[in-house]
């Protein structure tokens, strides 16, 4: 663990301190933090094995010193710095310091191409760039010739960046330097600065994942995200100091929510990994009383939990299946307001001594008070098993551009649904209201509102109904007031024959296997029936092989072996039982390749980009519903190089109520 217990008692605070900075913008937050509790703990990186703390003032001075090295470069109010790079402090401190200046930021995923990164400077109408080490410079100076606005690039990693020499490129030490000489000279340019900010001022641009069409940019003020924090709260039972690790990037609203918003205004301590590597790692030295992940993220650890326990003795495999089903007695009869059997309430302290607290410690779960999955869809199958081993696992709903809308509150909720709507505090306007269409498309309004599309005025209006925020979401509510989340709009799907289907529903529920990676399920209304394409995990399969000795060469190979598909069948078989006659699905394929964001088949976010993959597959799927069993693919492909290819496979089709695969 990191020194942390010794100074707790310093960084204990009251929901008062937090309520004082509700109506500041958050660089006005950072500044009356640092100077009414300077040596208050802000956050922890690990650093080369050492976990490095920095207190409220260690974090303004680096600000400070950010911001006005920027200013001087020429970076002014109402400009756009774009941050691309992992989640440490000095991305943070990056945002703060350009939200200082009355500028606001573009958080950009790391893993995103020179391409990708081009588009966001080029749409945000970007000045400035922060990378993170080299790789993230190469992008920047890549596309630099192409932005002519742009007047600087700041990096904070200089690992191989010694013989780098480029008259926009200047490494964040000499940015420091420039700005503590700033504020030597002018001592108090940096807080008139902040203080001239609004909370109606532009803090961020966020950035649609793309799925349909190019990213647009979504307004956010230092307003919205305040009063969605505050939203945030009024669900989850946050208190000052809190550790949190923060891990989702920040291109992701919600870790700006979180990490960002929150971690500056109640304040917790917020915790960066080492590196992306070296997250579960870091989570389980830290047990951070608050951890948010996305569905994917949690659907990946609980596939984690289940591999380990193929691998693990037949005694141990009977030990710890006891164990969760005794935690699902108990903490699921909780959660739904049910007797737990009296049996099982006696064996709980057994079954945490044997199974569950090791699970929970293996995972960093041990301190959790609250575990939180922002975005799409989830399993319920994923809930009930994290509340079985001791998460209290809920969900937060909501969008980029409405903010926050509904969640799990207080100790029982309903895991089918995603709570009901959140609480707004009046500072920040009306309740929130919601209105279902017969579409079942879900109107909003209420609380700060969606600002808009950047630049996009047509895009913004397309969402008005009369006074009403389109969401393009799908729902039902339930009698107790609480939303159902189906899909978007959109993706509800009839089949030829008229019958409706939800297609994420039958996908967030086989992701829940530690088989299956991703899930594209297929039919329409030219279509008789429900087919789908299986992305399998590689890493699970490969294992789950092997202990078998079963012989492959490749993620093809794998993917195609009867072995793995009667796996596939038999976990879309048991979906299948949910599911009335007419959305059942009757055949499947496992893609033959794993699918890739790179490839342009994934958003950022692990999001399917459908139509892409429905051209890509074009002929995979017509032969699947053409009734073959074996149909040839060649599908153009990118290595890593940068080389161009065409991967040619035979894929073959399975049935589901087919005793075996062929």
């Not at 009251?14 to 937050?29: F, K, N, V, W």
């Not at 006005?68 to 989640?87: S, Y």
């Not at 799907?493 to 297609?503: C, D, E, Q, S």
């Not at 693919?633 to 062929?662: E, K, M």
């Amino acid at each position: 663990m990191p020194p942390a217990e010794a100074r707790r008692s310093a960084r204990s605070a009251t929901a008062t301190d937090a309520d004082d900075t509700a109506l500041r913008t958050l660089p006005q937050t950072l500044l009356a933090h640092a100077r009414n509790q300077p040596a208050r703990l802000a956050q922890r990186a690990k650093r080369k094995g050492i976990w490095r703390e920095y207190d409220f003032a260690h974090v303004l001075e680096h600000v400070r010193s950010i911001a006005l090295g920027a200013a001087a470069l020429g970076l002014a109010r109402g400009d756009t710095a774009v941050v691309i790079g992992e989640n440490e402090p000095e991305h943070y401190w990056a945002v703060f310091a350009v939200q200082s200046l009355g500028a606001k930021t573009v958080s950009v995923y790391p893993d995103a191409t020179a391409e990708e990164l081009h588009y966001l400077c080029e749409d945000s109408g970007a000045r400035f760039i922060f990378a993170q080490d080299q790789e993230q410079v190469d992008k920047a100076l890549a596309v630099a010739p192409r932005l002519p606005a742009i007047i600087g690039i700041a990096y904070w990693d200089d690992g191989g960046m010694w013989s780098y020499s480029h008259d926009l490129l200047h490494a964040f030490d000499a940015l420091l330097a420039a700005g503590r000489e700033g504020h030597r000279r002018n001592p108090e340019r940096f807080a008139r600065e902040v203080e001239a900010g609004s909370l109606d001022d532009l803090a961020l641009l966020t950035y649609t994942s793309g799925t349909t069409s190019k990213p647009k940019g979504v307004m956010i003020s230092h307003r919205w995200l305040v009063d969605n924090a505050s939203r945030m709260r009024s669900a989850l039972p946050i208190e000052p100091g809190m550790e949190y690790l923060s891990y989702t990037p920040l291109a992701w609203i919600t870790e700006q929510l979180l990490g960002v918003t929150l971690g500056l205004t109640l304040p917790l301590v917020v915790n960066f990994p080492e590196g992306p590597d070296q997250v579960l790692p870091n989570l389980r030295e830290l047990a951070p009383h608050m951890v948010l992940f996305g569905p994917r993220q949690w659907e990946s650890i609980a596939a984690t939990i289940e591999a380990r326990m193929l691998h693990a003795s037949w005694p141990a495999r009977m030990i710890y299946r006891w164990g969760v089903r005794i935690g699902h007695d108990v903490h699921v009869a909780r959660l739904e307001g049910r007797s737990a059997p009296t049996r099982s309430r006696l064996l709980l302290p057994l079954a945490e001594l044997l199974t569950l607290h090791a699970v929970r410690d293996q995972f960093g779960f041990l301190r959790s008070r609250i575990a939180v999955s922002g975005g799409t869809a989830m399993a319920p199958d994923v809930f009930r098993l994290f509340h079985a081993l001791g998460v209290p696992l809920r969900n937060i709903y909501g969008c980029s551009e409405f903010g926050l809308i509904a969640g799990h509150r207080g100790e029982r909720y309903d895991l089918e649904t995603v709570g009901p709507l959140l609480d707004v505090d009046p500072a920040f306007g009306a309740p929130l209201q919601a209105r279902i269409e017969p579409s079942g498309e879900l109107l909003l309004r209420g609380g700060t509102g969606f600002l808009g599309y950047w630049h996009k005025p047509d895009k913004t209006a397309a969402l008005d109904r009369d006074g009403w925020f389109a969401s393009g979401d799908a729902v039902q509510r339930t009698e107790r007031g609480e939303l159902v989340f189906l899909d978007r709009v959109e993706h509800l799907v009839k089949l030829a024959n008229g019958h409706p289907y939800p297609p994420q529903f039958i996908e967030t529920r086989l992701r829940f296997s530690a088989f299956i990676k991703d899930v594209m399920v297929l039919g329409d209304g030219t279509r008789p029936w429900v087919g789908a394409l299986i992305n399998i995990d590689m890493g699970v399969a490969a294992r789950w092989a092997e202990e078998r000795r079963i012989t492959f060469s490749t993620f093809t190979d794998l993917s195609q072996r009867p072995e793995i598909r009667a796996l596939v069948r038999d976990e879309i078989a048991r979906i299948n039982t949910l599911l009335p006659d007419g959305s059942r699905i009757v055949r499947f394929a496992n893609f033959p390749k794993e699918l890739d964001a790179d490839e342009g088949e994934l958003t950022r976010t692990r999001k399917l980009r459908r139509e892409f993959l429905e051209q890509r597959y074009e002929a995979l799927i017509e032969g699947l519903y053409a009734g073959a069993n074996d149909i040839d693919c060649a599908i153009a492909i990118t290595y890593q190089d940068g080389r161009q290819g065409v991967l040619r496979a035979t894929v073959a089709a399975t049935d589901i109520t087919r005793a075996s695969p062929r």
